[in-house]
């Protein structure tokens, strides 16, 4: 996510302002000499660990950690051997659960490739074209589960190790191990959503996630949130919207119930305990909200896990 979050809201709000004027935001994926396509490995944090969008199509492996991730208007948890493919324009982020001042070396590994580079390989190698429904799948976001994402990962790793025809190979090899994968097995993850054209976007959303994630514990108020933008309640929560896909308060419920599955899942707290640490003050309210969100009570997920 980058950056200290400011002292004050009135810091924040200046600092945001500033953001807002700046004249670009969308990450710039740049080319790789000698390379069709771009792989690289990164830490978290990291320049590249925000929320982000480009046209490169984006295959991203979690090699360690785990922690909440967005894509377009979905929320939920990720853990080491998560495999997602990001269509075109989708935006999206991860974000590791870690102490003030850690560093995950080597978290994603990443591999992005511009839509008219698969064009211009099919005009001449049409069986290509076999990739078309994966691609076109792909505008919501898929999540890979089993042997595909296991083998697609072994091939996304190869790449960096590979040059020449061999990395030829290994990059079709991913490309075709997601292509294969059965319905169940690719996960569709995001409402279809087009994000608007603003290049301010991924800044605000970015500073809005901070905050939410900061004060996780406590009541999140949409007026502060608007504070640290210079907005208006009702500015805000239109801009919100339409840049994040999804309200205000429908971003904080998801996040929420995300943090909640993780310590249902790994801890032995209590259900009354989990809800009050993730920022429910009504037990209630957050049982409904998990029994809508999940399917099921808090309780039954707790049962279900292996």
Not at 54 to 74: K, N
Not at 118 to 144: N, S, T, V
Request: with cysteine.
């Amino acid at each position: 996510m980058g950056g200290e979050m400011p002292s004050s809201i009135g810091d924040a709000s200046l600092e945001a302002r500033r953001l807002i004027g700046r004249p670009a935001t969308r990450e710039l994926v740049p080319v790789t000499p000698g390379a069709s396509a771009r792989w690289h490995r990164h830490d978290y944090p990291g320049p590249y660990c925000r929320w982000n969008y480009h046209p490169e199509y984006e295959v991203h492996l979690i090699q360690r950690g785990t922690g909440r991730f967005i894509v377009g208007d979905h929320i939920g948890r990720f853990r080491a051997g998560q495999l997602v493919l990001v269509g075109s324009n989708l935006p999206h982020d991860w974000i590791s659960d870690i102490a003030d001042g850690g560093v995950i070396r080597d978290r994603d590994v990443v591999f992005q490739f511009h839509p008219q580079w698969l064009h211009d390989c099919q005009e001449l190698l049409p069986e290509l074209r076999d990739l078309d429904p994966l691609l076109a799948r792909a505008a919501r976001g898929l999540e890979f589960q089993g042997r595909p994402a296991t083998e697609a990962a072994e091939a996304l790793v190869a790449i960096g190790a590979s040059r020449g025809v061999q990395r030829l190979r290994h990059i079709l090899t991913m490309l075709q191990g997601m292509a294969s994968a059965e319905p169940a097995e690719a996960v569709p993850l995001a409402s279809p959503w087009v994000p608007p054209r603003d290049e301010r976007v991924a800044d605000v959303v970015d500073d809005v996630l901070r905050y939410i994630f900061g004060n996780s514990g406590r009541p999140l108020r949409m007026a502060e949130a608007a504070a640290r933008v210079g907005m208006s309640e009702s500015a805000f929560s239109r801009y919100f919207t339409r840049a994040a896909g999804q309200s205000f308060s429908d971003t904080v419920r998801k996040l929420r119930l995300a943090q909640a599955s993780q310590l249902l899942e790994h801890t032995d707290r209590s259900v009354a305990t989990i809800a009050h640490e993730v920022g429910y003050q009504n037990l209630s309210n957050f049982n409904r909200h998990f029994r809508a969100h999940y399917g099921c009570t808090p309780s039954g997920y707790r049962r279900a896990r292996p």
